[in-house]
């Protein structure tokens, strides 16, 4: 009989135990998470530091957290909040009456990664008579295209983006639409780095060949239009835009409603139409799902709408013009360190940045920013473009923006001092050598073990990651996503405990 009081045990225990002890146990676990609120993470989660938001947007899901979107019929509730969620997406992304876009329709979906997994699959439905459909994006694209081309037996064609500018050239996005071409893609903005691609010179490209094009503003396509109004010269990537067809934004990112909830429009019914599935050839009810999911709780999607409700147009635009000036803020404290400078001047609410020659490594500059209390997220290297790290502001970030700058030339200091990571020699030539095909899970602890992650890879992580970095920056990308592979599933192995 387990001990029902020690974390770790198991989830079933053999009588249950109070609400007060469960609850308890949540809150001990999270306490080893990184930080959600208080401007020091700049990936993952997105907090506006509204007050009374988080109260809200849990008592919304808790009064539709039972109520099922398998059937719109049963909840018309859940059915008036997502076609509201989609309208204002509609509204803000260049769509509606009175615009050039005024049929737009859409989906509420989990997340970006299901929004872009529906967007590819409604361009192959679309064309049946395609045998081997295939997708044209930028090396920048997300990585969720390329894993709905895995799922969706898809061909993927990645256009490679110029190292100074980091967007594609609209004419080599052209010359790789072929006659099999279902989709083009495009971000606006991108997620690496925070840039806009030339969405009017690709959608036209696009539209001239017959096929859709989608941007993929799930990052930060809620900001931009914003942006916009207060003066940033954001380019035109929404449906004013000819030949945009999809677009995806997430409102869990900065509409800052709870996780997850994005939004996938179409410019019109017709487009929507292949996104569907529809079965009825069985002896129960028939199914028709416009997304993945058949259930799903109606929890987050009323979480977003208060979210909406609350903070409204004219909250947004503060929001915006916070996020605005953190950004400024932090890209001057960049620019002011010896060492350092960034991908690309910000245009949205990323701040990019890598080490110029002779500056420190990366990879420990991430660890001693982490040491401070700052959860950086670094990017390891890519064809002609180097090892980077990312920064994603929001709102919550702009009180602490004075305390960055100081910090980060400590950090560098410390990185300077500490010196570029060097792998064992034997590492280097194994991930030289090695093939994904011949990683087993006996090298992988091998690998692990000569990284000093010890030989409990279901203990705790390390606090520094910057020789695991190195050793993934040095590895080709399939490497890289074999160890990755490896390791997370040494990671993810069940907790049993014992029912009694």
């Keep these: 009989m387990i001990d029902e009081n020690t974390l770790g045990a198991g989830a079933l225990s053999r009588d249950g135990v109070s609400a007060e002890q469960a609850l308890d146990e949540v809150r001990r676990l999270r306490a080893d998470d990184r930080p959600t609120h208080g401007g020091r993470l700049f990936a993952y989660v997105y907090d506006p530091a509204v007050p009374g938001l988080d109260a809200l947007t849990a008592a919304a899901h808790s009064e539709s957290a039972h109520v099922n979107g398998l059937d719109p019929t049963a909840f018309p509730s859940l059915l008036a909040m997502e076609n509201a969620l989609v309208g204002a997406a509609g509204r803000v992304l260049g769509g509606g009456p009175g615009t050039t876009a005024p049929d737009v329709v859409g989906s509420v979906t989990s997340g970006g990664t299901e929004s872009l997994i529906l967007a590819v699959k409604a361009a192959r439905d679309a064309h049946p008579e395609i045998g081997a459909p295939r997708i044209v994006v930028p090396s920048t694209a997300h990585a969720a295209f390329a894993k709905a081309a895995h799922y969706l037996r898809v061909a993927l064609d990645v256009v490679p983006v110029s190292p100074d500018t980091l967007r594609p050239e ?51 396509g809620w900001t931009l239009p914003y942006l916009r109004r207060l003066g940033a010269p954001v380019p035109a990537f929404d449906f004013e835009v000819p030949g945009v067809t999809s677009i995806s934004v997430d409102l869990h990112k900065y509409a800052y409603a709870p996780k997850g909830v994005s939004v996938l429009l179409h410019r019109d019914a017709a487009g929507r139409a292949p996104q569907y599935f529809a079965y009825a050839d069985w002896p129960g009810y028939t199914m028709i799902n416009p997304v993945i999911a058949s259930t799903r709780s109606g929890g987050p999607i009323a979480a977003a709408y208060a979210t909406l409700r609350h903070l409204g147009d004219a909250g947004y635009l503060r929001l915006a013009a916070t996020t605005r000036d953190a950004v400024t803020g932090l890209a001057e404290a960049v620019r002011a360190v010896d060492g350092l400078r960034l991908m690309v001047e910000p245009e949205s609410t990323v701040v990019c940045f890598t080490a110029t020659k002779g500056g420190p490594d990366l990879f420990v500059l991430v660890d001693e920013l982490t040491a401070r209390g700052w959860h950086t997220q670094p990017q390891l290297s890519y064809a002609d473009l180097p090892a980077s790290v990312h920064l994603t502001v929001t709102a919550s970030v702009a009180p602490r923006v004075a305390e960055f700058g100081p910090d980060l030339v400590a950090a560098v200091a410390a990185a300077r001092a500490t010196g570029p990571v060097r792998l064992p020699a034997e590492l280097a030539s194994l991930v030289g050598t090695l093939t994904p095909e011949a990683l087993t899970p006996e090298v992988v602890a091998g690998l692990a073990a000569g990284l000093g992650l010890g030989g409990d890879t279901a203990g705790p992580l390390p606090d520094r990651m910057a020789v695991v970095n190195t050793l993934l920056d040095a590895s080709p990308p399939a490497m890289r996503e074999r160890l990755l592979v490896e390791f997370v599933g040494l990671l993810q192995r069940p907790s049993w405990g014992s029912a009694g």
Excluded: K, N
């Design 170 to 220: 609209p004419a080599a996005m052209a010359a790789a639409i072929g006659p099999d071409t279902v989709l083009v893609a495009c971000s606006a903005p991108s997620y690496a780095h925070g840039v806009v691609d030339p969405v009017a010179e690709i959608a036209a490209v696009a539209a001239e060949a017959g096929v859709r094009c989608h941007v993929d503003a799930c990052f930060g």
